[in-house]
């Protein structure tokens, strides 16, 4: 069914793209040319303190002149998959269903967990009535008050396709992937194939931006427009956090910022673009040693890689038949490792904080409460140790570095946003979150917030008037549990604003 309703909006979608990108105003939404436009901005993997004037320019100079979310937060599991579906659905994976950058999907496979490529979720499309993601996307929204939405991004088809997977009257531009179908032979057409000359992560970036400079900044360009760079994501995990690799891929996508802004300037739109800048997460350095898998092998707690007695998708293990014993078995193994940081379970009682294995917080606490989450999700442990160039944050991950923990290294991340629709310099110490970033675009064209999100409106940096946001209270959760060994204590940080949960870090302490 979904496979059809995607097919379904193929040619009408391409009607739109061809009108637009030959300039012309799509007669069915007269409001289009005169709306101020909205154009979001990730950068894969940006700690806060990548941002200097020296290597980021542009994004520096932009900052100085935003509204900034001071208090931002990643959403945990802190990976790329996880934060495209949550800002896409202004939702966390416990209501939109993704809950890592690897999934185990039994109906696509049974016995192992499987990628979050376009062409791994495709198979999860075409085995199931039900939805991709159980909540409704900004795309859908805009599709549905006749405006559209344009995705491009340098990185994963999955990572794009996660961003407006029906497409929803939009497209998405990728290197590795360009719907609807219809628009590659247009897209090819304009721009050519990525070049294989040189850097093939910096020739992916400057495709991407070309592509958005070709089809998305104009006065009749679709609604919302969101631009993703890979990068200093991809440099940052195979050379390290401060190496020369990073640093130049640093640089380079902050140049590709540059030339939008430029554009923007240029083209006499200044006023009428809002810029929102966001990341998926910041970075941490790995140091460590452990892999879940051999680990739970080796303690006779999974018969081998293939079995399917647990079956691993990162940091989520599941169980077979949900085996209370084998849970707690695992669990109790898990708390003794000093390199294991928090470990979540399901809930006590409904809706419960606590875990209802004894010193394990429930999922629910982190928002992550979804049917199709495992038995125990588990997130490495961390310390404030600093790398030879100097960046603190260390986990214990193997490689090089990384992110997918708890740690405030990889949960706090930087808001940024200006544009005519934003309070000038106007930031907020407030709580705020990557599913906070929908709900706000929609409070600015005054388009109904779907229930199911989870978000808020970041009413305090918006010029239109709305809720104040109220006081942030501060909780500190702590669950502990004794054995013969010692005791292991989780600590919990969490801001609340109003009914607004936000998971701050969590921390590990054993004695």
């Given at each position: 069914?979904?496979?059809?309703s995607?097919a379904?909006?193929?040619v009408?979608t391409?009607?739109?793209l061809?009108?637009?990108?030959f ?6 939404t007269?409001?289009?040319?005169v709306?101020?436009k909205?154009?979001i901005?990730?950068f894969?993997?940006?700690?806060p303190d990548y ?7 542009n994004l ?20 790329t998959r ?7 659905t202004?939702?966390y994976p416990?209501?939109?269903g993704i809950?890592?950058n ?16 376009h062409?791994?979720?495709s ?10 993601l159980?909540?409704v ?5 805009l599709?549905?008050?006749g405006?559209r939405?344009?995705v491009?991004?340098s990185?994963?088809?999955?990572q794009?396709?996660?961003q407006?997977?029906?497409?929803s ?7 590795g992937l360009?719907?609807?179908d219809?628009m590659k ?6 721009l050519?194939?990525?070049s ?10 400057k495709?991407?931006?070309?592509a958005?400079?070709k089809?998305?900044?104009?006065i009749?360009?679709?609604?919302v427009?969101?631009?993703?760079f890979s ?15 990073a640093v ?20 006499g739109?200044?006023e ?8 998926d ?6 140091v460590g040693?452990q892999?879940?898998?051999?680990f ?12 399917d007695?647990?079956i691993?998708?990162?940091?989520s ?7 209370p014993e084998?849970?707690e078995?695992?669990v109790?193994?898990?708390?003794k ?23 394990t ?7 992550f ?8 999700l588990v997130a ?6 600093k790398n030879?160039k100097g ?9 090089v ?5 708890s ?7 930087e808001?940024?946003?200006a544009?005519?629709?934003f309070?000038r ?8 979150s ?7 675009i ?10 199911q ?7 305090e940096?918006?010029?239109k008037?709305?809720d104040?946001g109220?006081?942030?209270i501060q909780?500190?959760l ?22 607004y ?8 302490e054993?004695?």
């Amino acid at each position: 069914m979904k496979i059809r309703s995607a097919a379904g909006i193929l040619v009408g979608t391409f009607v739109l793209l061809i009108t637009h990108a030959f300039g012309q105003h799509n007669a069915a939404t007269p409001s289009l040319a005169v709306r101020n436009k909205t154009l979001i901005v990730f950068f894969d993997g940006l700690r806060p303190d990548y941002i200097t004037s020296e290597q980021m320019p542009n994004l520096f100079a932009f900052r100085q002149k935003a509204s900034v979310g001071k208090h931002h937060h990643s959403v945990f599991p802190t990976v790329t998959r996880v934060n495209s579906a949550s800002y896409a659905t202004g939702s966390y994976p416990g209501t939109h269903g993704i809950l890592g950058n690897a999934v185990y999907f039994p109906e696509v496979n049974k016995t192992k967990s499987i990628g979050t490529s376009h062409k791994d979720l495709s198979k999860f499309i075409a085995a199931n009535s039900e939805p991709l993601l159980s909540a409704v996307t900004l795309g859908e929204v805009l599709q549905s008050a006749g405006e559209r939405m344009m995705v491009f991004s340098s990185g994963t088809t999955g990572q794009a396709f996660l961003q407006n997977y029906k497409v929803s009257g939009g497209a998405i531009i990728n290197p590795g992937l360009i719907l609807p179908d219809s628009m590659k032979s247009l897209v090819l057409a304009d721009l050519g194939e990525v070049s294989k000359e040189g850097s093939e992560d910096q020739n992916r970036h400057k495709w991407v931006t070309d592509a958005l400079l070709k089809y998305s900044l104009d006065i009749k360009a679709p609604l919302v427009s969101a631009i993703w760079f890979s990068d200093p994501d991809g440099a940052a995990h195979e050379h390290g956090i401060g190496s020369e690799e990073a640093v130049s891929a640093i640089k380079f996508v902050d140049a590709q910022f540059g030339r939008i802004l430029e554009a923007i300037e240029s083209r006499g739109l200044k006023e009428q673009y809002n810029i929102i800048i966001s990341t998926d997460h910041g970075f941490v350095t790995n140091v460590g040693q452990q892999d879940l898998s051999d680990f739970l092998i080796k303690e006779g707690l999974k018969k081998d890689k293939e079995s399917d007695d647990v079956i691993l998708a990162e940091g989520s293990v599941y169980v077979k038949d949900h085996d209370p014993e084998k849970i707690e078995k695992i669990v109790t193994a898990l708390h003794k490792q000093e390199w294991v940081g928090a470990v979540f379970t399901k809930a006590r009682t409904e809706k419960s904080l606590k875990g209802w294995v004894e010193g394990t917080f429930s999922f629910d606490a982190v928002h992550f409460n979804h049917k199709r989450a495992g038995d125990i999700l588990v997130a490495p442990n961390w310390n404030d140790e600093k790398n030879a160039k100097g960046f603190a944050g260390t986990d214990f991950s193997t490689g090089v570095a990384g992110h997918g923990g708890s740690s405030p290294y990889e949960i706090h991340i930087e808001l940024m946003a200006a544009g005519p629709d934003f309070k000038r310099l106007k930031d907020t110490d407030l709580p705020t979150s990557n599913v906070d970033i929908v709900p706000t675009i929609l409070a600015i064209y005054g388009l109904p917030i779907p229930p199911q999100m989870d978000g808020r409106v970041i009413s305090e940096i918006l010029k239109k008037p709305g809720d104040s946001g109220g006081k942030m209270i501060q909780e500190t959760l702590v669950s502990e549990v004794k054995y013969p060994w010692g005791v292991y204590r989780l600590t919990v940080y969490i801001s609340v604003l109003g009914k607004y949960r936000y998971f701050t870090f969590s921390k590990t302490e054993r004695r």
